[in-house]
């Protein structure tokens, strides 16, 4: 398995389809071939494979969470943060948001910021990790049952 199937894995797992958070392969393999583009794949022993040439997976790795990332000038953007349910709940996604923070920093990164569809309790953790709210977009999210939901920007800057 390659890292692409690890995240599809996951995603799989991790996204409710209601939301349709989900990406699909051919988003997800679009955009790794982008050079602003960077994830971390977290195993269920909580080791955290980089992108790039350091990002090597044993054969037995577990595949629990991932996190996918896009730095452009200074500002890095959490595209994507997913833990599969049976891992949830052990640190796995703080561990995540950890690795996002080192790494956009060591990457030039002094603005992080995210986007988030109002009242998703991954807010808990962008809470904890230190982001706060800073403005709203009303409407932004359009689900298939034709209702549309409020999105949330949170920022954390990095002194
Ligand atoms: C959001 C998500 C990634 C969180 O993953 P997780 O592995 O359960 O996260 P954690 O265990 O690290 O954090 C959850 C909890 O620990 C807290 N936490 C964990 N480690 C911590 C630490 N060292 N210090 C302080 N707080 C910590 C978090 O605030 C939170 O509190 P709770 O346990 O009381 O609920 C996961 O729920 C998920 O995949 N959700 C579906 C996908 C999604 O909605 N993604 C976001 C939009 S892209």
Redesign the pocket.
């Known amino acids: 398995m390659d890292h692409i199937d690890h995240m599809m894995t996951i995603i799989a797992d ?2 409710d389809p209601h939301w349709g ?1 989900a990406w699909t392969r051919r988003q997800l393999s679009d955009s790794l071939v982008l050079p602003t583009i960077f994830y971390r794949l977290i195993g269920g022993d909580g080791v955290a494979v980089p992108s790039g040439p350091g990002g090597h997976v044993p054969d037995e790795f577990v595949p629990a ?1 991932f996190i996918l990332t896009r730095h452009v000038r200074g500002e890095e953007e959490l595209l ?4 599969r349910p049976g ?8 561990a995540l948001m950890k690795c996002f923070e080192v790494d956009a920093r060591n990457r030039g990164a002094v603005h992080l910021f995210l986007e ?1 569809r109002i009242n ?3 807010e ?2 962008y809470r ?1 990790c230190g982001y706060l709210p800073v403005g709203k977009r009303r409407d932004y999210y359009r689900l298939k049952d034709g209702s549309s939901l409020d999105a949330v920007t949170f920022t954390r800057e990095l002194t």
Do not use: Q, S, T, W
Request: no cysteine.
């Open positions: 991790a996204f958070e969470g994507l943060i997913a833990v891992y949830r709940g052990r640190g796995l996604g703080f988030m998703n309790p991954a808990k953790l904890a």
